[in-house]
């Protein structure tokens, strides 16, 4: 199975800074054959289950605030919230759909107010 | 709107069985490929499986963790999705996400129920 590691485990950033998630997978997550990054991002608030932020590593779903950005290809992965809200707070995961038989998350990054 | 309602969940002794139900409402259940997530208790999310679509003759896929013990079935006729799971282990305690995945991008969920609580303990 590709292994998805992330990090940092939990980064505590203040409000209207910028707040960076990082993602790698073992392996590629790129398909040459229609050069897109098999990548998602989610973030799930405390009680809630996850929400779909970022797919394609880099395009919004719709309704997500555009101080969300996804970016990176291959195997290195960056999440990037531009300015931090309150309502941020929340754990993020990274998720890989390149092998769908064997779809898997990273451990997930907690993000906090400063 | 859409949503995904699950039931079901509970306590179960280690070696039983339990059944999963999920009701779906506000699209057409049988253009999408359906899926099950769980997440164990203050853990991260990890697959449990999937359902093709009608178009892709409801084939199924499981993680290797539960291949053999869980079977995923759906009725689209009861916008339904279930998860049958047998000798259940104590590690598959976990709330159990019912997921819808995108048209978008299959592999990715962009629909997610409530979750419901199975919890494998004697």
């Known amino acids: 199975d590709i292994v998805m590691t992330q990090s940092p485990d939990s980064l505590a950033v203040s409000l209207g800074e910028r707040a960076t998630i990082n993602c790698k997978s073992s392996q590629t997550v790129l398909y040459s054959a229609n050069n897109k990054n098999y990548l998602a991002w989610y973030q799930q608030k405390p009680g809630q289950p996850p929400k779909l932020l970022i797919y394609w590593a880099s395009a919004r779903e719709s309704g997500v605030p555009d101080r969300f950005s996804g970016s990176g290809s291959g195997t290195d992965f960056t999440l990037t919230i531009s300015s931090l809200q309150a309502e941020d707070v929340a754990v993020y995961y990274c998720?890989?759909?390149?092998?769908?038989?064997?779809?898997?998350f990273g451990q997930g990054t907690r993000l906090e107010i400063k | 709107e859409v949503q995904l309602v699950e039931s079901g969940g509970g306590l179960v002794q280690p070696g039983g069985s339990l059944r999963l139900s999920c009701a779906a409402s506000?699209?057409?259940?049988?253009?999408?490929?359906m899926d099950w997530v769980r997440q164990a208790p203050g853990k991260g999310l990890e697959w449990v499986g999937r359902t093709r679509n009608k178009a892709n003759s409801y084939t199924t896929e499981y993680a290797a963790s539960v291949k053999g013990r869980f079977t995923i079935s759906r009725d689209d006729s009861k916008s339904s999705l279930y998860l049958q799971m047998n000798s259940l282990k104590t590690e598959d305690t976990a709330v159990y996400y019912c997921?819808?995945?995108?048209?978008?991008?299959?592999?990715?969920?962009?629909?997610w129920g409530q979750g419901t609580l199975v919890t494998v303990s004697s």
């Open positions: 998720q890989q759909y390149y092998s769908i038989s064997a779809i898997t």
């Open positions: 506000g699209f057409t259940v049988s253009d999408h490929y």
């Open positions: 997921v819808r995945a995108s048209g978008t991008a299959t592999g990715t969920f962009d629909y």
